[in-house]
């Protein structure tokens, strides 16, 4: 039989144990858009940015993808490249993917940058995950809209327009999720 002290101490270890493995889990977060160059790669070097500042970068993984497989393995939009640059982020690493259903999975949260796309997402996501898929901008402070609007095709104040919905998207959901941490 176990002594009550032994007994006791090996509870609160085994809490301490517990409360570690938490601690060092990995929240993941998606961002998706139609064809991952604009405003997905947008989001995920500001998320990025944000994060690192708050001191969570070992803590947070963050990806993103499109709904649509159009530029897979291609770099982002030159211009959303250079407007991210202009506030000293660097979207140059990274490679347009689409999503997979194993995303669903994978990431805790998949954060579309419009309705369209959120359509897309739930459509393919499987109904265990689909708590999991929002949209982005639900997360800002006092959003002013719900879309983040896709600048494709116009000029570059679009990409300056993302850029600022983008940055108060990510300290609303940087916020949020500092309170599972």
């Known amino acids: 039989m176990l002594r009550p002290s032994f007994a006791a101490a090996s509870y609160q270890l085994l809490n301490r144990l517990l409360k570690s493995v938490y601690?060092?889990?990995?929240?993941k977060v998606?961002?998706?858009?139609?064809?991952?160059?604009?405003?997905?790669?947008?989001?995920q070097g500001v998320f990025e940015s944000v994060v690192e500042e708050a001191g969570l970068?070992?803590?947070?993984?963050?990806d993103s993808a499109g709904t649509h497989a159009?530029?897979?393995?291609?770099?982002?939009?030159?211009?959303?490249m250079q407007a991210a640059?202009?506030?000293?982020i660097d979207l140059s690493g990274q490679r347009?993917?689409?999503?997979?259903?194993?995303?669903?999975?994978r990431f805790d949260y998949v954060l579309a940058m419009d309705s369209s796309n959120?359509?897309?997402?739930?459509?393919?996501?499987?109904?265990?995950y689909r708590d999991r898929v929002s949209l982005f901008?639900?997360?800002?402070?006092?959003?002013?809209?719900?879309?983040?609007?896709?600048?494709?095709?116009?000029?570059?104040?679009?990409?300056?327009?993302?850029?600022?919905?983008?940055e108060a998207g990510s300290r609303g959901l940087l916020e949020s999720i500092r309170q599972q941490l």
């Open 70 to 80: 159009y530029h897979v393995g291609e770099q982002p939009d030159r211009r959303a």
């Open 30 to 43: 998606l961002f998706v858009c139609m064809g991952n160059i604009c405003r997905s790669p947008t989001a």
């Open 137 to 166: 901008l639900e997360f800002a402070d006092k959003p002013v809209r719900l879309d983040v609007p896709d600048p494709y095709y116009g000029g570059g104040k679009g990409f300056e327009e993302v850029l600022d919905l983008v």
């Open 23 to 27: 601690m060092m889990s990995e929240i």
């Open 118 to 128: 959120l359509d897309d997402l739930l459509s393919m996501c499987p109904r265990p």
């Open 57 to 62: 970068g070992g803590r947070i993984r963050i």
């Open 85 to 88: 640059a202009g506030r000293g």
């Open 96 to 105: 347009a993917r689409r999503v997979q259903k194993s995303d669903f999975e």
